[in-house]
């Protein structure tokens, strides 16, 4: 199928906390419980349209789902470089999930950019807070085509990619130990695009966590943010056939559409993936 734009992702957090079932989830809309820890990384696609002018625009989102063990940490920092977008996962009902945040936050960035001088976390970030309250905010964070995102104080740029927190297993709630408002406020803190709280098992929210992320992306492309072509595809994002002129013009359809993707399974040693240990993009 041609689009206009591909997207590059990343699923990072620690071992356990959904990352495998919420690409599962997205990309064939279905959930296996038995779902083993990612060896490595996964791969999986997905065809989505999202709303532009005068038409929508139809955009591949490429998703990395990366190893939470820290046996293979190294082999999933490969995967990191380029990317447009992170999705940082962490179990609402495993605090030390969401206290490895941080870390994984920095290893994004400094992974991710490396070209960039390493961004140090806030240091008013306090994710050890144990303010339990089970305030469960059901605001779906929709992002809209205008140039603010839905939570104030949160940015979508850190040196052009978008970061999001989610928070996942939501259909756990009565075994909740992170409140909502802790994770809005380490969002917020560390200038995160916005925070979300998920459940791949149900697949609430999944498809908003996703197509949201895509929108904020597409709409800082549109209004000259990010240059999406063959020589700027470092930051994760690639013009397809539509944006090259050798399909037309395209973007028939419905915004937030989509058509169907697909996961598979990498080999543990990126060279053997192409691109040099990295994404093919």
């Not at 939470?68 to 990191?80: D, L």
């Not at 960039?116 to 976390?121: A, D, Q, V």
């Not at 240091?123 to 050890?128: A, D, E, I, L, T």
Request: with cysteine; aromatic share 8%.
């Amino acid at each position: 199928m041609a689009y206009h734009y591909q997207f590059k992702y990343i699923v990072i957090g620690n071992s356990g906390v959904g990352k495998s079932c919420l690409l599962l989830q997205f990309t064939d809309n279905r959930f296996d419980s038995r779902n083993e820890s990612t060896i490595g990384v996964e791969f999986g696609t997905r065809t989505i349209q999202l709303k532009s002018k005068p038409k929508p625009k139809t955009v591949k989102l490429q998703i990395w789902d990366t190893a939470g063990q820290e046996t293979f940490r190294s082999i999933a920092r490969s995967y990191y470089r380029g990317s447009a977008c992170v999705l940082l996962v962490y179990d609402i009902t495993r605090r030390n999930t969401f206290q490895a945040c941080s870390e994984w936050l920095n290893d994004a960035l400094s992974q991710c950019n490396a070209s960039h001088n390493k961004i140090h976390l806030n240091n008013n970030s306090n994710v050890s807070n144990h303010n339990n309250s089970n305030n469960n905010n059901n605001n779906s964070n929709n992002i809209n085509n205008n140039n603010n995102n839905s939570n104030s104080g949160m940015s979508d740029n850190h040196h052009g990619m978008t970061i999001i927190l989610i928070g996942n297993k939501l259909d756990l709630e009565r075994q909740r130990q992170v409140s909502y408002e802790e994770g809005e406020r380490f969002a917020k803190q560390n200038n995160l695009a916005y925070f979300m709280e998920t459940s791949a098992k149900t697949s609430e929210k999944v498809e908003a966590a996703f197509i949201n992320s895509a929108q904020i992306i597409l709409n800082r492309i549109e209004r000259g943010d990010l240059v999406a072509d063959d020589v700027h595809a470092s930051n994760g994002i690639k013009s397809g056939d539509y944006m090259k002129g050798l399909n037309g013009n395209g973007g028939s359809g419905g915004a937030n559409g989509s058509s169907s993707g697909g996961l598979v399974k990498i080999d543990q040693n990126p060279s053997n993936n192409g691109g040099g240990g990295g994404c093919p993009c």
